[in-house]
């Protein structure tokens, strides 16, 4: 209509809005019978919806619930399954794609799940995280003792990738040398955010153990207090005969059985050495991954923050003041 009043021909004005001519006179007879608002878009309302807002928001509450309780086998939820649980409750059907963006309207996202071991004793867990822990905390203030959590992990030659950068629809390759070589790394961390480590191109066994503490007494501390799993390099006769002889100089506590979450550097330690540190690193041998290793130790040196952060991701929050 602007452009009308302009003075402009009704064929200059189709060819700049790329219409024809017949669409620009159809608009013209609508505007001068109903105004310039007839020519506005009057959307239609569409399909009812087919649940009410009271019934969506009672959909989180019957997820959580779990998908066990609805037969199904394993607690893991996808959009059929959602869809299936939703048709019981209220006998609405839904596609899976509707059904994953009525998800997303609720707030719940697709999510990669934490394992955990059937055989946790989640109460003694609990009693740990909140009795055990900070009575050690007290002891080692008390005796003046470096405390210190202990756990091992394993560094492979296959390259950690997390993303690369490809033409669409063309999924990338990466030729590797599959090999099971590897590196055997023993950690230790502190409260203060101070990382040890012993690394060898071997298995981990009780004479590492034994190494890895003597260490410790060197660099940490005269009196350590070690927080460890029940890994069988740690309840070896020799390693039990060294902690003996040290006369109290070494305390070792164990963690309840299956509680990897316990320990600062099962979900975040190990974590963000492999997948920040060490994303996207390709070594050709052990050599060089033993280098990448330790330059990847002494940047992380440099954040204690991120240490202290992982006794905040294992509950251990205490820890922090």
Same mark, same amino acid.
């Given at each position: ?93 839904? !596609? ?14 697709? &999510? ?57 629809? &063309? ?29 060898? &191109? ?5 004479? !590492? ?84 290793? !330790? ?17 905040? &991701? ?8």
């Amino acid at each position: 209509m602007r452009l009308k009043r302009q003075g402009w021909s009704q064929r200059s004005v189709a060819a700049a809005l790329d219409v024809r001519e017949e669409t620009i006179s159809r608009w013209m007879a609508r505007a001068r019978h109903g105004g310039p608002d007839a020519l506005r878009a009057h959307p239609g309302p569409g399909h009812p919806p087919k649940l009410s807002g009271d019934q969506k928001r009672l959909i989180p509450e019957f997820l959580w619930h779990g998908p066990e309780a609805y037969a199904f086998r394993g607690e893991v939820w996808t959009c059929a399954r959602v869809a299936r649980v939703i048709e019981d409750e209220f006998g609405v059907g839904y !596609h899976k794609d509707h059904v994953g963006r009525l998800l997303k309207e609720l707030r719940w996202t697709p &999510q990669t799940p934490i394992t955990r071991a059937i055989q946790r004793d989640e109460r003694a867990i609990e009693h740990w995280r909140r009795v055990t822990w900070p009575e050690l905390l007290e002891r080692a203030k008390r005796e003046r003792r470096a405390l210190v959590f202990e756990d091992e992990s394993g560094f492979y030659l296959l390259p950690g990738l997390v993303r690369t950068y490809a033409p669409q629809g &063309q999924t990338p390759v990466i030729r590797e040398f599959q090999t099971r070589d590897h590196l055997s790394v023993m950690g230790g961390m502190t409260l203060e955010g101070k990382v040890y480590t012993l690394a060898r &191109q071997e298995s981990l066994n009780g004479l !590492h153990t034994i190494e890895f503490l003597a260490h410790l007494l060197r660099v940490a501390g005269e009196k350590l207090l070690v927080i460890w799993d029940g890994s069988p390099i740690h309840r070896r006769a020799e390693v039990t005969a060294f902690v003996a002889g040290t006369r109290g100089k070494v305390w070792v506590e164990a963690l309840p059985g299956y509680a990897p979450d316990l320990n600062p550097w099962d979900e975040g330690g190990w974590h963000h050495l492999k997948h920040v540190e060490l994303r996207n690193v390709v070594c050709l041998d052990l050599e060089q991954l033993h280098e990448e290793f !330790h330059a990847a130790i002494r940047r992380r040196r440099r954040k204690p923050h991120l240490v202290r952060s992982c006794f905040a &991701q294992a509950g251990l929050c205490c820890a922090t003041t």
